[in-house]
């Protein structure tokens, strides 16, 4: 069994306007956010072997509140991940070596929720799922379950364990 974590990039700034979209950096409540999901990933034990990261500046930044890590997961910048479709991201994954457990990919929509709903394709309707199906906002977490292998993963191959929003963490915390 592999264990799958998706986690939008938090919540970046648009103060200036002339920055590129991959040079946005995370504003105070991405910060805030993704410091608080490093707390909630840490008491769930969710440790990834694999870090899959985006090149841009608010995933790499989301990246660094996740850290430091118990165990230190192997790191891999992929150029590709930056504004990649879902396919593009499920390409990605199909090149994971099978003994690799645990994947994190840090990313962008809107990629992500699709790559999200994808997995979950035709699969018994949770809550978790639920949720994902009215959106993905920054800085939320997807964990899934993969039964089969990194490379035959495709549509309805996973099984959505647990979807975490900031907004969730605000109300508990």
């Given amino acids: 069994m592999h264990q799958l974590l998706l986690l939008r990039h938090a919540k970046s700034s648009w103060h200036d306007n002339k920055l590129t979209d991959r040079d946005r950096p995370l504003n105070e409540r991405g910060r805030h956010a993704a410091a608080a ?32 890590w118990d165990d230190t997961p192997l790191l891999e910048h992929i150029e590709a991940l930056y504004l990649a479709t879902s396919a593009q991201m499920l390409g990605i994954l199909n090149d994971v070596p099978e003994t690799v457990r645990s994947v994190l990919l840090i990313g962008h929509n809107p990629g992500m929720p699709d790559l999200a709903q994808s997995l979950i394709e035709g699969t018994a309707p949770t809550d978790a799922a639920y949720r994902l199906a009215r959106g993905y906002p920054t800085g939320a977490l997807a964990e899934f379950a993969i039964a089969g292998s990194w490379l035959r993963l495709g549509t309805g191959g996973g099984r959505l364990t647990r979807f975490i929003t900031p907004r969730e963490l605000e109300r508990t915390g």
Avoid: K, Y
């Fill in 37 to 68: 999901m490093r707390q909630v990933m840490q008491n769930l034990g969710l440790a990834p072997d694999l870090v899959l990261i985006s090149p841009a500046r608010r995933t790499l930044q989301t990246l660094d509140a996740l850290e430091p």
